[in-house]
């Protein structure tokens, strides 16, 4: 779990994770995983975390996004012109946020060249056995 000096990173279910490791290089990493919760527009992420997951990009680090993790991609240009697996909770937002992803409601995951992503719920599950 990666984060920023040490301050706790509460999800949507109010539980409190602690980073394991600090915000570095990103190509430590063989995937980075955005994890989505509820969706806010009005919280970025910090410029430390959006510097981190463009560097990503850049170096070629494999991008996934569990969720509502896909619309943080979106937000960056991560998923333009990617296929991309959304939740039929959130395709209509979605598709009208994003006309530059081909996004679909028809699949519990996508992987398409260096992004994954999945719906949410069991579709994270079925995506880690991929």
């Not at 600090?22 to 410029?47: H, K, M, Q, Y």
């Not at 959304?86 to 996508?110: C, G, N, Q, T």
């Amino acid at each position: 779990i990666v984060g920023e000096r040490g301050l706790p990173i509460r999800a949507s279910c109010g539980v409190e994770l602690l980073p394991t490791k600090a915000i570095g290089n990103p190509e430590d990493f063989d995937n980075v995983v955005v994890v989505g919760g509820l969706l806010d527009t009005s919280r970025g992420l910090s410029s430390e975390k959006e510097a981190f997951l463009m560097r990503a990009a850049e170096k070629g680090v494999p991008l996934t996004a569990l969720c509502t993790g896909s619309f943080v991609l979106a937000r960056y240009g991560l998923l333009d012109g990617y296929s991309a697996a959304v939740s039929w909770f959130h395709i209509k937002d979605f598709r009208a946020e994003f006309p530059d992803v081909s996004a679909h409601a028809d699949s519990l995951y996508s992987v398409d060249r260096g992004r994954a992503t999945c719906a949410g719920g069991t579709g994270a599950a079925d995506l880690a056995g991929y």
